[in-house]
């Protein structure tokens, strides 16, 4: 029964990836994927060029060589305009591999955006941003992998020699991808920012079926998010942030903060400090299926709880952070989830305007 359990365990593993999680990637360290977050954050940043690495690693102790894993790289830049204004480009390639059949996603897209400011002067100021985002994107899948139940032997065993009666002419796809987004964020001073933005994801609903005769649209994504820096007339400063995301049925809440210690005067150009942080994921997940009134139900569960660290080195920002895993599946997992490793690194120049973006 044991062994049952942690099986059944398993499977709803593997089923909610590929039916949720299959379809876009996320980040226990959103902040630093920007790019992936929202379009709009394509060029806010406080210097001239970023460049931004991810890793993460989930599931490895359930399954092992099996793990499911998630990468991604980003470059982008902003080019001045006018006396206040930017244009920001960027570019993002990430892969994701999920489960023993290597279910594979890869995507390559161009982002842009335009920051307007609305109001303030100088080092206090705010900015409305618009962003759009398009690429290309290919999903894979290794059949042969795959184990049915047509291949049991008949004494408690699988035999890969049996036929499986199944035949799968296509074992990949590539599909456009589309997004927009918007970005309001008030700069207080160099050291104290706020900003709220929201995207939409996947605007022309690629389909997602392995079989060219299905129709199997992408469910659009819409992000809301939020955050800031707040450090007050010492070295200790807050850092909240916020990101919702509504998928289909899907929905996921991810909120935490930072504490953030500054190791020098924190001015530009000489940014030393350390972070750490403390986080939770929400979710939502369907109840058993109600035969009276032939529904289901939808209850938001804790997922996750996550602790982050962060250490910046003038251009240089480096992110650790592990996810508990806190919901019914830890019962196979032991409470293990995901670890993530984040790099950022800036490039910049000399700035003859004096003006500030938040940090990420």
Not at 1 to 7: A, D, E, G, I
Not at 261 to 288: E, H, K, V
Not at 294 to 312: G, L, M, P, Y
Request: glycine share 10%.
């Amino acid at each position: 029964m044991k062994q049952l359990k942690t099986f059944l365990l398993l499977c709803a593993i593997t089923f909610s990836y590929l039916a949720v999680q299959a379809q876009d990637i996320h980040f226990s360290q959103f902040y630093m994927s920007p790019l992936n977050l929202n379009p709009a954050l394509t060029g806010v940043m406080n210097s001239q060029v970023r460049v931004v690495g991810n890793y993460r690693n989930q599931w490895a102790s359930v399954l092992k060589s099996n793990a499911f894993s998630t990468y991604s790289a980003s470059y982008d830049q902003k080019i001045p305009v006018g006396r206040y204004d930017y244009f920001g480009v960027g570019g993002t390639f990430w892969g994701d591999k999920a489960g023993q059949l290597d279910f594979k996603t890869l995507q390559a897209k161009i982002s842009a955006s335009y920051s307007k400011r609305m109001g303030g002067y100088r080092s206090k100021s705010h900015y409305l941003v618009v962003g759009v985002e398009g690429g290309i994107a290919q999903r894979s899948i290794d059949f042969t992998r795959a184990q049915w139940a047509s291949q049991h032997d008949g004494e408690g065993g699988f035999n890969g020699n049996l036929s499986s009666g199944e035949n799968f002419a296509n074992d990949n796809f590539i599909f456009p991808d589309f997004s927009a987004g918007l970005l309001w964020f008030t700069v207080f001073n160099e050291r104290s920012n706020f900003y709220v933005g929201g995207a939409f994801s996947h605007l022309n609903r690629a389909n997602q079926s392995f079989d060219p005769q299905t129709d199997l649209p992408l469910y659009s994504k819409f992000t809301v998010h939020a955050g800031g820096e707040f450090m007050g007339g010492g070295k200790i400063g807050l850092v909240p942030g916020a990101v919702a995301l509504f998928q289909g049925p899907s929905f996921e809440l991810n909120a935490g903060a930072s504490l953030k210690f500054l190791l020098s005067n924190g001015r530009r150009g000489d940014n030393q400090s350390f972070q750490l942080g403390l986080w939770t994921r929400l979710a939502n997940r369907a109840s058993p299926f109600d035969q009276d009134n032939a529904t289901t139900s939808t209850t938001i569960w804790a997922d996750a709880v996550i602790v982050s660290t962060r250490f910046d080195y003038n251009n240089f920002g480096l992110g650790f952070s592990y996810d508990l895993n806190v919901s019914d599946l830890s019962q196979a997992s032991n409470g293990n989830g995901a670890f993530e490793f984040s790099i950022i690194y800036h490039i910049t120049g000399e700035e003859k305007r004096d003006v500030y973006c938040p940090n990420f």
